[in-house]
């Protein structure tokens, strides 16, 4: 069991991935993780609209997830993070079935896209500060044959995740390289987070 770290204020944490609290608890940061209801579909419809970036996207998805939980817990610190991935300007979401999962592998396969994570605090009082890092990722030209095996083997798991892979696991082996922080990969960006969550005087200095 991992040590946990005294916590001087309350944390939220405003997600239901459960990768992200993994992350944080293995960390040792005492913290409640509460998931908004916010509208991502609308967000990025409306900052397609408004011809945002994705980093831009990703980061107002943040900070709408961060405003709604902090009106839940108004004397917390709530982290809010997001991650979009960007393909020669194609955006991806979470596969919705199997099939979009297999879609989307094949597409990114032989090819580098980007993998935005954006995360913010907020506090009583509003942000208190963010960040959108990002990390390129390269998918090596595996072959049909793999790319079956691979979802036969990782099964549903393959759609908690954008792009259909999780790093940490198989995914992994989809790749031939990689150029970024592994905690932005997996969607908090840890080092960052935690000097944030110092600076705001929730974690001992």
């Keep these: 069991m991992a040590a946990t770290v005294r916590t001087l204020k309350p944390i939220v944490l405003a997600t239901a991935s459960a990768s992200r609290r993994a992350l944080l608890k293995g960390a040792g940061v005492a913290f409640e993780a509460l998931a908004s209801d916010v509208d ?13 970036t994705v980093a831009e996207t990703a ?6 997830k961060a405003a709604a939980v902090q009106a839940l817990r108004p004397g917390a610190l709530v982290i809010g993070a997001d991650q979009m ?4 300007g194609a955006w991806f979401d979470k596969p919705a079935d199997m099939a979009m999962a297999r879609q989307q592998l094949a597409a990114l396969r032989g090819k580098t896209h980007s993998l935005h994570a954006a995360l913010c605090l ?7 500060w963010s960040d959108v890092p ?3 990722l390269t998918m090596r030209a595996f072959s049909d044959a ?6 036969d083997d990782v099964g549903e798991t393959a759609l908690k995740s954008v792009g ?3 790093l940490e696991g198989l995914g992994v082996q989809l790749f031939e390289r990689i150029d970024g922080d592994y905690f932005t990969i997996l969607g908090l960006p840890m080092t960052e987070l935690l000097k944030a ?4 005087g929730a974690l001992p200095a």
């Design 164 to 166: 259909g892979y999780f």
């Design 85 to 88: 991935l960007d393909l020669d």
């Design 134 to 136: 990002a990390a390129q």
């Design 59 to 64: 980061l107002a998805l943040a900070r709408a």
């Design 40 to 52: 991502e579909a609308a967000i990025k419809a409306a900052s397609r609209q408004a011809g945002k």
């Design 146 to 151: 793999f790319l079956v095996d691979y979802l």
């Design 197 to 200: 969550l110092r600076a705001a």
């Design 122 to 128: 907020f506090g009583p009082d509003g942000e208190i």
